[in-house]
């Protein structure tokens, strides 16, 4: 497909998470601070678990990178897990299996069931420790190294929460700019563009505290400032909107993605659901509106790539809600319980959907304009962009 991918590796209690890049070409400047904010962004918002408080998310640069800038090699990033030293006997690498910890009851909503008969395991931790949404810690800090090689070329993205449970600010950011939706959601904790109501948000989540619920919700993911043209309508593997949509499939509980206005689209008359074209001499081809989400015919077409995504409720409950599920061993009907969880993970998982746009649209990027190094690859999108204007 691209020219960028990435492998990432660990479980949620083991010693560390890493990730290895390839097609990062050289004499990119990246940094770890930048990095390092974007896993406090992911570990950041209200109704988080008692494990944000544990972990403290900082990464390591073991190669690939010389002086700030990249050889066109490998980078491998590391982010320990800092209460590996709790769990060095329950999840060793070598030596006898033990019971610590063995987990026989799978949880509903999870993968534990059916991972555990896919490959044969009989403790379910073997199924949850990679399954779980720790793993997304490296994915955030594989979208950082992409980020800054898209900011590097005038394209920034950004997010923001627009519903918790059914509680909505969908109505009232019709009219505020992509920017000032996410500079102002940046200030609340539950990443709304509306921090002055953030109390709102706070008493539902802790409300489904108390009862002992969960609760999911919907965010929105942007870009701006990407050239005509990255995807391609060739090849169905080749589509912008296609690899978008498995990216953000790919995170854990999100059920549903929508780009541009999605679903609604269908909804209504063929002339009110596409985006007229204009063409002005120093401007040259714009759209008025953006129903479309910035992607046509499998590319993108000069506006805001607006990707929209539905997280399901977290499916850990607490006690006063336990589900039903039966012991794979016994075979007998339990009430599924956990005391420690997040209540609702809606604004870490807009961060993670950051990451996700960011790596698809910097693999894009790169199949469109890259080869070893950066510097050829900047001036080719330079040139570009004033090809567009002149089109």
């Not at 070598?94 to 509903?108: A, D, S, V, W």
């Not at 980020?147 to 600010?169: F, R």
């Not at 920017?179 to 609340?188: L, T």
């Not at 409720?313 to 005391?339: C, D, G, Q, Y």
């Amino acid at each position: 497909m691209g020219k960028l991918r990435f492998l990432n590796a660990g479980e949620s209690h083991g010693p560390a998470l890493t990730a290895i890049i390839e097609g990062i070409p050289s004499n990119l400047r990246i940094s770890s601070d930048y990095i390092n904010r974007e896993l406090s962004r992911r570990q950041s918002g209200y109704g988080r678990g008692g494990r944000m408080k544990i972990e403290k998310d900082k990464v390591e640069i073991l190669s690939g990178v010389r002086f700030g800038l990249t050889l066109g090699s490998p980078i491998t990033l590391m982010v320990k897990n800092r209460d590996w030293e709790n769990w060095t006997e329950i999840m060793a690498v070598e030596g006898q299996p033990t019971e610590k910890r063995e987990i026989l009851n799978p949880r509903p909503g999870h993968a534990d069931l059916a991972g555990g008969i896919k490959y044969g395991f009989h403790d379910l931790r073997n199924v949850l420790e990679r399954a779980s949404a720790r793993e997304t810690t490296t994915r955030v800090a594989v979208g950082a190294v992409c980020k800054q090689l898209l900011e590097d070329v005038g394209i920034k993205i950004g997010s923001y929460v627009i519903s918790i449970g059914e509680l909505s600010v969908e109505k009232e950011i019709q009219n505020m700019p992509l920017e000032e939706r996410f500079e102002r959601a940046e200030k609340s904790e539950l990443r709304t563009p509306f921090p002055e109501e953030d109390g709102k948000f706070k008493k539902i989540i802790d409300l489904a505290r108390e009862e002992g619920e969960s609760l999911g919700g919907v965010f929105e993911v942007f870009a701006t400032g990407v050239p005509v043209g990255l995807g391609s309508y060739v090849h169905w593997d080749r589509r912008i909107d296609g690899r978008i949509a498995q990216a953000m499939m790919s995170i854990q509980a999100i059920k549903g993605v929508e780009i541009g206005e999605g679903f609604r689209l269908s909804e209504k008359f063929g002339s009110q659901a596409h985006d007229e074209i204009f063409h002005e001499k120093n401007k040259g081809f714009y759209h008025k509106t953006n129903r479309a989400g910035g992607i046509e015919g499998g590319m993108t077409n000069g506006e805001p790539v607006m990707v929209r995504a539905a997280m399901k409720p977290i499916p850990t409950l607490m006690r006063k809600k336990s589900l039903r599920s039966v012991n794979i061993k016994t075979k007998e009907t339990f009430m599924a319980a956990k005391e420690r969880s997040d209540v609702t993970a809606v604004p870490a998982a807009a961060v993670v959907g950051e990451a996700m746009l960011a790596i698809v649209l910097a693999d894009a990027l790169l199949e469109k304009f890259g080869n070893d190094n950066w510097i050829e690859i900047k001036k080719r999108v330079e040139d570009y962009r004033k090809y567009i204007r002149e089109f």
